[in-house]
């Protein structure tokens, strides 16, 4: 089966309404966990505007992650309903958001979504780790909508769970490079390096927890190097892999560059090469996998 235009618009479609998810829920993470100690060696005017770009960020990432996903609901129950017209596609809105485990899935993660943000922008300690436990459940709940849920059985919870994990590394991830990108712009020296010392650690237990979970998958629902290698779900896993390859590279470069300058351009090109990664995972969503071939 091959993307038709309709495809690759949901596929879009998804691909931003995950990765403003991923924002969110990075910049709660790295702002109520990670940036906590960078702060304290800030000036007060560095570190009320660094708090300022985060909330600004979450606002603006969950205003993508809302318009995406009403998007998305539109082009889903055109889809389900085999409808080419817009008044057809309307009337069955409310059944697919109510009466489908998509819709259901997709509500819940914007209600999610929603307190998450809140938390965030009214709370600057406790209530922000109820902002990073809700931001990380919505992210969590796009594995309901993976291959896994649609089979049954013990290997479909484990590959739902799988996908799972695989969603929140790749989200604590590339979610918090945005953060890190603007700490860094007015850390001094000394700040600068603490971020980088923290985050170090934290970015290779993430690589590490998405390269097992993705081996988990691929092992799962491709199987055999003639469905890697023969079929478009494959090729289109082989892309996905080559562009996660890239952003590793990245991210090694980003413990050998001594100038903030050059750090910061490498972080930039390490979010664009996480957007694709995720533009590359949507549309493997679209895609029947050799398993159900």
Known sequence: MSLETADWVRAVER???LAASFSVFGVILFRTVLAHPVVDHLTDEAAERFDRACRGLVWFS?????FAAVAWLLMQSAYMAQSDTVGGTFEVI???LFGTTFGQLLLFRLLLLGAAVALFRLYRHGGRIWSFLFAGASVALHAGTGHGAAMEGGAGLLLTAALALHLMAASAWLGSLAPLFLLLRDAPGEAADMARRRFAPFGLAC?????????????TIIGSWPDLFGTE?????IAKTVLFALLLAFAAANQFLLSQAG????????????????LAASILVNLPPPMHG
């Open 263 to 278: 750090l910061r351009i490498s972080i930039a090109l390490e979010t664009t090469a996480g957007l694709l990664v995720v």
């Open 233 to 237: 779900y494959g090729l289109w896993a």
């Open 62 to 66: 969950a205003e993508v992650a809302l």
């Open 15 to 17: 691909g931003l309404h």
């Open 207 to 219: 690589v590490v927890t998405l390269a097992l979970t993705a081996l988990f998958q691929g092992q």
């Open 94 to 96: 409310p059944t697919v």
